[in-house]
């Protein structure tokens, strides 16, 4: 059954095959088409020369309260330059789409790349501290062997007999005072 309809573009009337049918060819849809994308890019290129002649403080506000973000807008919430944005979206760290022409960021996606960020920073500042090494808590091996009297030897056979952990620093082998202290009590020395 044909429908008789108005073409959603060029205003003439036709014979739909179907009623959801707007356009009475190909060439008027593709047209309507091309035109709707003209008038979404004007209106993105007018919302931003709105957003530029704003107040810095104004358009801080208005970019807080956007769902997606263009790449200056991410670079001044993260206050980084647009091109470091740009490094993290080629390297795959920040998703992005592209629309009309425009790249894009969900804030969800900013932020989450931000809560990452905090984490592996807090991560790797804490495996640091555990790591760090300060000479000061340390007898090395022969220290010990002198300020107690006792050989290396039977040092290190202690050491093995009560589990206590050695840490090897360049040429020698360091145990925490407080370990030593523990098993020997306090040396026969200043310190
Ligand atoms: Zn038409």
Redesign the pocket.
Known sequence: MLVNKR??????K?QAKSVSTK???H??NQKHYKHKEKKARQHLAKTDEITERHPFSERLELIKIKEFLSINDCAILLNVSPSTIKRLISKGDLLSFKILGRVLVSRKDLDALCKKSINKTTVKKVAKKEKEFDEKNYYFMGEISNYYKISQRTVERHLKLKGIKKIKKGRFNYVLKSDIRKLYGAPNIKN
């Not at 073409?7 to 003439?12: A, F, H, K, M, N």
């Open positions: 073409c959603t573009y060029c205003g003439d036709f356009y009475c060819s060439s008027c």
